[in-house]
């Protein structure tokens, strides 16, 4: 038994001397080494989240030249500067972690659940995120609403409301007077027949079809059957789009054929490329017949929609100037950095005039 004893002190005796393998340390913030964008307060933005969410305006809404490229990618930076403010205060209002934490799990659970399963991963893929950064940005987007919130001076996780939110009656009679167009729109509804040129075989041959689909309706034929029979695409609906206000067609050509066209009216037109917004003979051509127009009678201030109408537009327009003086004083009240990559060069200063002796 004594012997044993020292045969197992010598064993720890001699691994407390061999020499202990360090672990690499670990950096305190690994996003630092992405690269910092800029610094918003105490947080960053990293060059790589500057980047994708760049590409993903670039995506949406592809600039038309270098001009615009670069007021896209300064209001990227801007929006993601502010964002990192907005989080830091909505931290800073001092709700329980435990609540944020919550609140977090309950909306997560509920994506999840109306979106299913697969499509709830399927989504995170196409992001290019996993669950853990999921739930990492749900967790800023609740800070960033509790921010907003209590700028708003509206009630939230148990806190008063600190605004009164009662709109006048002068102040909605106002509003009624700069908003009345908006307030009973003028709609249009629309049938379209459209021919791809990769389907017709060519953009001049998808005109062609138009053309002789248009020559067919002149004559008295329904258009409808003959979106059935010759459409690629809207067939299930004959062509009929839902009513809606001229200028809320994405395509200008579009949108200025149904503003000024008669009930009645048939126009070829080519399709556009959803990205870029311009006509592109590539993708195909439409006829298109104005099919009905209404025009609703002149909005009555008492009527009760029209109040309910009211009270939605002046809060729109209050919640908009307010949290826009909210963001620029979270800006020069914070310590902000850019980095000089981002920035353009800087002009040279203007020479100053001649005064004469």
Known sequence: MIALVHVLVHVVVLAQAAPQETPAPTPAV?????????????????LSEYERLSKRYAEMQPPQNRAEEEQQRLKVLRELWVLRLEEQNGKDLGLDPAQIGRMRKGILAEEREKAGREAYLAKLKAEG?????????????????????????????????TQDGYVRPGERREIFAQNKSRLAPTTVQLRRLIIASEHAGSPELARQRCEEARARAETGEDLAQIVEELGDAERDSRGLTSYVMPRDFTDPALAQFAEQAEVGALEILPLINPRT???????????????????????EFEAREIQVKLNEVFAEQRERAMLGRAREKLRRASYSWVSPLLTPASAPAPAKAETGP
Do not use: F, M
């Open 129 to 161: 995120k996993d669950a853990l950064a999921e739930d990492s940005d749900r967790e800023r987007a609740i800070l960033r609403y509790l921010w907003e919130q209590a700028a708003l001076g509206n009630a939230y996780a148990a806190k008063r409301a």
């Open 277 to 299: 917004r311009q006509p592109t003979p590539e993708v195909g051509y439409q006829l298109v017949e104005l099919h009905d127009r209404r025009v609703p009678p002149p909005p």
């Open 30 to 46: 690994a996003r630092l080494l992405d690269g910092v964008a800029v610094q918003a307060g105490e947080d960053v933005v990293t």
